[in-house]
């Protein structure tokens, strides 16, 4: 029902910044829950930021008040606001979406975009 493209992860210096951004495919269903997922090499994967469709946002606590999650329910596109970058940042970064019905629900994932923080 949904794809899933992300872009603009990349390389940046430890304190940089970068923006990722998520854009779903057309559906006729209307997403609910957006969010972002990373894992790195060994670890498991986590959530790092999600957002409703009403804009209500959560945060994992090592990334509160650095990042920002947002969304353009008309684009259908969700996006990742990331200051102040670590280098425990560093991992493959997953855009997710859920579809939830009154008889179905499937979460819908990108390729992954990977964002590395040098020191």
């Known amino acids: 029902q949904v794809q899933l493209v992300e872009s603009g992860g990349g390389l940046v210096q430890a304190g940089g910044s970068l923006e990722l951004s998520c854009a779903a495919s057309?559906?006729?269903?209307?997403?609910?829950?957006m969010g972002w997922y990373r894992q790195a090499p060994g670890k498991q994967r986590e959530l790092v930021a999600s957002?409703?469709?009403?804009?209500?946002?959560n945060y994992l606590d090592s990334v509160k008040g650095r990042f920002t999650i947002s969304r353009d329910n008309t684009k259908n596109m969700v996006y990742l606001q990331m200051n102040s970058l670590k280098p425990e940042d560093t991992a493959v970064y997953f855009c997710?979406?859920?579809?939830?019905?009154?008889?179905?629900?499937?979460?819908?994932w990108g390729q992954g975009t990977q964002v590395t923080v040098s020191s």
């Open positions: 997710n979406a859920r579809i939830v019905t009154s008889t179905w629900a499937n979460d819908y």
């Open positions: 057309r559906t006729m269903y209307s997403i609910n829950d």
């Open positions: 957002i409703t469709r009403g804009a209500r946002t």
